[in-house]
C-alpha cells in the first residue's frame, strides 16, 4: 500500500517521527512536505496536497498531521473520495477504516503523544474495510451525499 505523509508546522514533528517508525511496515511511504521549516504554511494547503494524491490516486491512504488534527481533516474532507477523521486512540483508528472505510487518518501534534500516535498509524495501516453488506451501504450513502453535493465523478 502506499501511504502519503503530509503536515503543517503544527505537526512537522510527528510526521518526521511517523515515517521513521513505519518505515518497518513493507508500505510504500510518500512524503508529501511538511518539515516544519515554514512557520507560516496554511493546514488547507497541505490537506489538498495529501487529498490530491488520494483523489487522484497515487496514493492509497493518508496521513495528515496538523496542530490539532482538526483543520487539516475538514480541509481533506472537501475532496472528492476522501474520507478524513481524527483518530488519537487505536480503536477508532482501526474501526474507522474497517466500519466507514477512513482513508485519511489526522492526528494532532500538538495533542498526542508520539507513542500513542504510532500505535494509532500502525492499527490504521493495518486494517482493512470489512466488507460486511451494512458497512457497505452506509459507506455508500455517503458516497451518495457527497455525488449529490460536488455533482457525479
Ligand atoms: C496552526 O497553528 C494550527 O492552527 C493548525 O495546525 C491546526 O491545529 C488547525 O486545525
Known amino acids: 500500500m502506499r501511504i502519503a505523509f503530509a503536515a503543517d508546522h503544527g505537526g512537522s514533528e510527528l510526521r518526521d517521527e511517523l515515517i521513521q517508525r ?3 511496515t513493507g508500505h510504500e511511504l510518500i512524503d508529501l512536505g511538511g518539515d516544519g521549516s515554514d512557520p507560516a504554511d496554511d493546514y ?3 490537506a489538498l496536497r ?3 494524491a488520494i483523489r487522484g490516486g497515487e496514493a492509497d491512504r493518508g496521513i495528515l498531521i496538523c496542530g490539532s488534527g482538526i483543520g487539516a481533516s475538514v480541509a481533506a474532507n472537501k475532496v472528492r473520495g476522501v474520507r478524513a477523521a481524527v483518530a488519537h ?3 477508532s483508528a482501526h474501526q474507522g477504516v474497517e466500519h466507514d472505510a477512513l482513508n485519511v487518518l489526522c492526528l494532532g501534534g500538538r495533542v498526542i503523544g508520539v507513542e500513542l500516535a504510532v500505535e494509532c498509524a500502525r492499527a490504521f495501516v493495518g486494517a482493512s474495510f470489512s466488507g460486511a ?3 457497505a451501504r452506509r459507506v455508500a ?3 451518495a451525499i457527497e455525488a449529490r453535493e460536488l455533482g457525479p465523478s
Do not use: Q, S
Open 50 to 52: 495529501l487529498a490530491e
Open 141 to 143: 450513502k455517503v458516497l
Open 89 to 91: 486512540d487505536t480503536y
Open 133 to 135: 453488506e451494512r458497512h
Open 22 to 24: 513505519l518505515a518497518d
Open 44 to 46: 488547507p494547503d497541505v
